[in-house]
C-alpha cells in the first residue's frame, strides 16, 4: 500500500488500474442502421471521480465514458473519452460517493446546480493507439441518466458535439475511479466498522522472518471498511519472533503504538507519502484524508481457528481518535487479496436437505505432509436451493480409517488434527472447505464460499450418528455456523 503526491488525473487512474469492468456490445462508433443518431457509442466504459463540493454546495464529480483504456499510466487508445463535469447532492457516504440517482442535463450558464453537468469541464476527445490525441469537441446540449443500485450503476445519455453531430451513449456500468482532493491530514475522528481483514508476513531479501534484526516478526494487517469494501486502515503489528523454518502464529497481547519496532509494539505511521509504512488510517482515495498512527494500543484476543477479536484505540499525529473492533478471520493470504467467496451475509444452516453424509479416507494425499491423513466429510444435500458443507480434516495418521472426534481448527500450517481451508480454483470450482448452496437442479452451485478461518466441532452420537458442530468464516468474514446430526457412510476409493 501506498499513498503519492500524483496530478489531479494520475491519482484517479492509479485507483482505477487492474479493476475489472463489465462492458456492453463491441465498440460501433458509427450510425446503427434505423438510428435517429449520428453516431452510437457502444462497448464502452464508465468511470467517475468525486472532487468534493462546489462552489455552492453541491457535490462535483467527473464522469467518463469510453471506448479507450485506462491504467495506471493513464489512458491508451485507439478511442473516444466523453467527459462530464456533473454535480449532484452531496455524498451522505463518504466512502462510497456515488452520484444521485436520476437525469442530469446540460449546462451551458455553469450553474453548478444538482442534476446538471457544465458546458465548462464536458467535452469529448479521441486518441491514438500511441495515446496522442487526434481530436476534440466540446458539447452543445445533451443528457446523462444514471440508474441501477449502488453495487451496480447504470449510465445512459445522449450528446450533441459543437459541430452538430448527435451521438447515443448506449448504458454501460459505472465504476468509482477515487478522489481528486488533495491529500492531507485527517481533520475527524474515526469509528470504523471492519468488515475484513487480510495481510502478511515481512521477510528479508534472505527470507529470514527476523527483519528488523531484534528477534520479532513483523505482521501487515489490512482492515477493510464495511461501507466500501476497500482497505482502510493498516495496522503494522510486531510480535515474537518466529524461526525461519515456522511459520508464524499472530500472538494474543496488547500492542503499544511506538516508533521502535519491539515485541508487542505497534509501529507508528510514517509521514511520508511516497511511502507510506507503519500503522494508518487511509482515505486518500476518497476524501484526500490520512490519519498517521502515533499514540494508543491494540488488543489482539482470540486466535483459534486464526479467528481473533482486534480492538483499536489510537489516536493520529493529529490527536484525532482512529477507533473499531473486529472479530472473525485474519487470513495472512499476502494481503489486498480479493474475496473470492459468493456469500455476500452470514449464514445459518442445519442442513435439513442431508439424509446422509459421506466420508473418504484419502490417506497420504496431501503433498505437503504425507505423514497425515487427508480427510474429507461431504455434507450434501439430496436437493436443488439446498445449504451444504463439505470439509476437509487432516487426521494424526495416513493410515487412519476411522474417524476421531475433537475439534479441528484452520492453522497456518499443515498440523494434525486441524481443518484444511478452502480455496475457488482457477475453473470457479471449489475445493474443501467450503459451505455452499445447490442449483435448482442439484447439478451444481448458487453459492461457493472457501472456509478460511474458524473450526468445526466433531462428535459421536447415539448409534451410528454422528454431531457436527461449525463455526467458520468465508474470505469475505462470513460468518457460517450451523449444526448436524447424522450417519456418515465411508465411501470407497
Not at 490519519?291 to 486464526?306: A, F
Not at 472447505?433 to 435448482?440: I, P
Request: net charge negative; charged share 15%; aromatic share 10%.
Amino acid at each position: 500500500m501506498f499513498i503519492s503526491k500524483l496530478t489531479r488525473f494520475a491519482a484517479a487512474a492509479l485507483l482505477i488500474a487492474g479493476v475489472g469492468f463489465a462492458s456492453c456490445s463491441k465498440d460501433d462508433g458509427g450510425n446503427d442502421s434505423g438510428s435517429s443518431y449520428d453516431r452510437v457509442v457502444r462497448g464502452a466504459k464508465g468511470y467517475y471521480v468525486y472532487n468534493g463540493s462546489s462552489d455552492n454546495g453541491t457535490g462535483s464529480y467527473t464522469l467518463y465514458i469510453s471506448t479507450a483504456e485506462i491504467s495506471a499510466s493513464g489512458w491508451t487508445g485507439p478511442g473516444d473519452i466523453y467527459q462530464f463535469a456533473v454535480y449532484s447532492d452531496m455524498p451522505s457516504n463518504a466512502n462510497a460517493p456515488l452520484p444521485a440517482r436520476g437525469s442530469y442535463r446540460y449546462d451551458s450558464g455553469n450553474s453548478h446546480a444538482d442534476n446538471t453537468f457544465a458546458a465548462e469541464g464536458s467535452m469529448m476527445w479521441s486518441i491514438s493507439a500511441s495515446g496522442s490525441q487526434t481530436g476534440s469537441s466540446n458539447y452543445s446540449d445533451g443528457s446523462l441518466t444514471l440508474r441501477g443500485t449502488d453495487a451496480s450503476p447504470i449510465i445512459e445519455g445522449e450528446v450533441t458535439l459543437s459541430n452538430g453531430t448527435t451521438v447515443q451513449l448506449v448504458a454501460t456500468s459505472l465504476a468509482y475511479a477515487g478522489s481528486t482532493i488533495e491529500i492531507g491530514d485527517l481533520q475527524r475522528d474515526v469509528q470504523m466498522g471492519i468488515s475484513y481483514t487480510n495481510g502478511g508476513v515481512e521477510r528479508t531479501e534472505e527470507g529470514s522472518y527476523n527483519v528488523y534484526g531484534n528477534n520479532t516478526t513483523s505482521y501487515i494487517l489490512h482492515c477493510y471498511d464495511e461501507e466500501s469494501d476497500q482497505v482502510r486502515l493498516q495496522l503494522n503489528l510486531i510480535g515474537p519472533g518466529t524461526a525461519d523454518d515456522a511459520v508464524p502464529v499472530l500472538e494474543t497481547g496488547d500492542y503499544t503504538l511506538g516508533t521502535e519496532p519491539a515485541e508487542f509494539s505497534c509501529l507508528a505511521g510514517s509521514a511520508d507519502l511516497e511511502n507510506a509504512t507503519g500503522s494508518f488510517y487511509d482515505a486518500s482515495g476518497l476524501t484526500g484524508e490520512v490519519g498517521w498512527l502515533t499514540t494508543g494500543s491494540i488488543k489482539v484476543s482470540g486466535g483459534e481457528g486464526n479467528v481473533y477479536t482486534i480492538e483499536i484505540n489510537a489516536e493520529t499525529n493529529q490527536g484525532r481518535a482512529v477507533t473499531g473492533t473486529y472479530t472473525g478471520g485474519v487470513i495472512l493470504n499476502g494481503g489486498n487479496v480479493a474475496p473470492t467467496t459468493t456469500l455476500t451475509d452470514d449464514a445459518q444452516s442445519n442442513f435439513e436437505g442431508v439424509t446422509t453424509g459421506i466420508l473418504n479416507f484419502y490417506g497420504a494425499a496431501l503433498e505437503a505432509r504425507p505423514d497425515l491423513g487427508y480427510t474429507v466429510i461431504d455434507l450434501a444435500p439430496q436437493g436443488g436451493n439446498q445449504a451444504g458443507f463439505v470439509m476437509a480434516i487432516l487426521l494424526p495418521d495416513s493410515n487412519t480409517r476411522e474417524l476421531a472426534e475433537g475439534t479441528y481448527a484452520v492453522t497456518n500450517d499443515y498440523t494434525a488434527n486441524m481443518l484444511y481451508p478452502g480455496m475457488i480454483t482457477s475453473n470457479n470450482e471449489f475445493e474443501p472447505s467450503a459451505y455452499y448452496v445447490t442449483d435448482a437442479n442439484n447439478q451444481g452451485t448458487t453459492i461457493q464460499a472457501p472456509v478460511q478461518a474458524g473450526k468445526v466441532t466433531i462428535a459421536r452420537g447415539e448409534g451410528d450418528t454422528w454431531e457436527i458442530n461449525i463455526d467458520v468464516y468465508d474470505d469475505a468474514n462470513n460468518h457460517i455456523t450451523g449444526y448436524w446430526v447424522g450417519p456418515l457412510k465411508i465411501q470407497e476409493q
